[in-house]
């Protein structure tokens, strides 16, 4: 039961952290398409 709630905590971890890189490409995707058309 323990190494099952681990493994569970590892994913949340994971998700976070793939969730934090989608998050920033996008962000930093937009960053640029605004800057763009402001010039």
Do not use: G, P
């Given at each position: 039961?323990?190494?099952?709630?681990?493994q569970?905590?590892?994913?949340?971890?994971h998700?976070?952290?793939?969730?934090?890189?989608?998050?920033?490409?996008?962000?930093?995707?937009?960053?640029?398409?605004?800057?763009?058309?402001?010039?």
């Amino acid at each position: 039961m323990r190494s099952f709630v681990a493994q569970h905590e590892i994913h949340v971890v994971h998700f976070q952290v793939v969730a934090d890189t989608l998050y920033l490409k996008i962000v930093s995707h937009y960053s640029v398409d605004r800057d763009l058309n402001l010039t």
